[in-house]
């Protein structure tokens, strides 16, 4: 097999965790998912499982739609004037556009990442605690505090921050803000984290540093990524999603998209033939 | 007359200027234009200027300021009849030389014998000078612009860099344009500061600035001198402070509000309408607002508190109920209120501008986390937009201390040390006027007062602007 530079670390890495997926129950069912932005259509009739305790790669070129899929499971879509979604996206077995469902206790639920890292202009501790104080997660301020020390563990941060939770959190580098807020997004407790191309603000060794975190946190939390960048893909999911002009091309076990996708497509856009 | 007709000449001919330099910078390249430095119409330019400019600067200078030349030239050579004048006479004298030369009204003074003579020869001689200068200047100006062709003219060739030069003229403009506004303001502030030391000189600073009794004499009389003690601003001031807390209890959390509702929870269609209709109350004239308060808002607020007076009298708040059906048309209330009704536009507006400022990623940010949007506003929205707000309302306190009209109309004039809003007072801006307005004389300490009132507006505004707009300029690094 011919190989050239860009794909080979592709295959050095797949191979991670990848044994868990099978078995997997299903944290996240998309059937027949159309989302409109007035006129145009961004998505078609996509459907897709999105396993538990595990890392879905959402894959494609710039404008295929990913970040639109991605926004409609935590309802982000409902601040985007114009914006119409239709289909089912269940979270276990809930449809998350039922009107029974308030957006603000779904978003408890369905943590989000973005592309820039986004502190709020408060302290360190501050942009921790937000998500507990407005969810009245907390009794107490010994509890808070717990929570924020914890939340701050389990996002790798607190060992460069302990000494200065009460500085602004708009003061740290750029990837430490995006662990920043993986800690705020995890104080809260949710089931599932969002994350929109985290690392495409951030250097070579911050983004190793989140995706080291990406696959901690897999243990705990049903994460979905969406990423432009294939050798993140292969390195921290096992499964992926290839998106192609809004509709959902192929969709499988990581391994299997980057070794042997059945799509003509895929196979052209993993090996850098376009995108 | 003779001057528009030399400088319309002098336009043409720096038109004719450009034609020919532009073809003499094609022909010197022998049909091809692109061996030259810069484009054709630069070398125009380059030639158009010399020609035009020095010689319509000579000619509006001698425009300006050939009357003053012609009288100065006039004196020269007196008539002995002339030299045993005094010199007030001797003004006069040669003030109705030079009207009767341009076909004016001279004075009433009777000339006769040597000094009649004297005057019909120095008329004369007052139109021999300003004809002189007339031509003389146009005809100065036609040599320049001549010896700007020829000095332009032979410098056009494909090395010369004209574009550069031309630039350099019109940065040369752009910086003649701002230093006339940095010297304007610089003037006004130095006649302030001159004028206030004067008045100072007259009424110590300490007395200006901490007297508490406010009554500039009247100067009836050159030998009458205002009495001691009558210039303590401290009343103004209490007013004009009373005046602007009122306008902003009042502009501050509407203005505010509104525009939290228009930037965060108004529909694009709300917000497309709602927000000119705002800008349109900002462009009210004061004086509108004056009527407004005057006219309606006063006869109102008074009819109101006398009727509530009504009702309470006799009762146990007797006292309060005799001073109420006494209150007045004119009140602080009435000024303050108005007023906040016109910076709430100046209000709003800015603080939307901030708020909109705040990147949608923290709103998105906390949205994610599941934050209501009242939630969101509260606890990151405003948090991030609070210095910027903080300096709108800043700039609208400097303008509702500066603000003159409706409290002209509306407040009183009576200066008074109170903080009670039904009462009449008086602000520093609304004294200014009332001693500047009409015939008065500006070296008595009354009028004069009024530049020591200027100062102190000045000086205060002034700060309140450094400060909120160096809050802004810190606030816009955060986010940029």
Known sequence: ???????????????????????????????????????????????????????????????????????????????????????????????????????????????????????FPKTIFENVAYGPRIHGIASGKAELEAIVESSLKRAGLWTEVADRLHQPGTGLSGGQQQRLVIARAIAVSPEVILMDEPCSALDPIATARIEELIDELRNQYCIVIVTHSMAQAARVSQKTAFFHLGKLVEAGPTGEIFTNPRDSRTQDYITGRFG | MLTWIALTALLLFSLATYMAGRRRAVAVTAGKPAQLHSLPGYYGSYAALWAGVPAALLILLFAMFGGRLEAGLLRVDPPAAVQELTA??????????????????????????????????????????????????????AILALAGVFIAYPRISPQFRARNKVEGWVAGLFVVCSVTAILTTAGIIASLVWESWRFFQAVPVHEFLLGTEWNPQIAMRADQFAGAGAFGAVPLFVGTFLIMLIAMMVAAPIGLFSAIYLSEYASPWTRSVVKPLLE???????????????????????????????????????GLAQYLMQVQNQMALVAGAVMGIMLIPFVSSLSDDIINAVPQSLRDGSLAMGATRSETVKKVVLPAALPGIMAALLLAVSRAVGETMIVTMAAGLQARMTLNPLDTVTTVTVQIVTLLTGDQEFDSPKTLSAFGLGLTLFAVTLMLNIVALRIVRKYREQYD
């Open chain 1, 1 to 119: 097999m011919a190989h050239d530079t860009a794909t080979a670390p592709v295959h050095i890495a797949v191979d991670r965790g990848h044994a868990a997926l099978p078995n997997a129950p299903i944290k996240i069912r998309a059937r027949d998912v159309n989302v409109f932005y007035g006129e145009k259509q961004a998505l078609f009739d996509v459907s897709l499982d999105v396993p538990e305790n595990s890392v879905t790669a959402l894959i494609g070129p710039s404008g295929c739609g990913k970040s639109t899929f991605l926004r409609s499971i935590n309802r982000m879509n409902d601040t985007v004037a114009g914006c119409k979604v239709t289909g089912r996206i269940e979270l276990d077995g809930e449809d998350v556009n039922d009107r029974s469902i308030d957006p603000v206790v779904l978003r408890a639920r369905v943590g989000m990442v973005f592309q820039k890292p986004n502190p």
């Open chain 2, 280 to 318: 349109i109350l900002a462009g009210v004239p004061t004086v509108v607002y004056g009527f407004f308060a005057a006219l309606t808002v006063g006869p109102l607020f008074r009819s109101f508190f006398n009727w509530i007076g009504a009702q309470l009298a006799g009762g146990s708040f007797d």
């Open chain 2, 88 to 141: 007030p006479q001797q003004d006069v004298f040669y003030d109705d030389a030079r009207a009767i030369a341009r076909g004016g009204t001279p004075s009433e003074t009777i000339y006769d014998g040597a000094l009649k003579t004297a005057l019909e020869d120095k008329a004369a001689k007052s139109q021999q000078i300003s004809s002189l200068i007339q031509y003389g200047s146009i005809g100065l100006g």
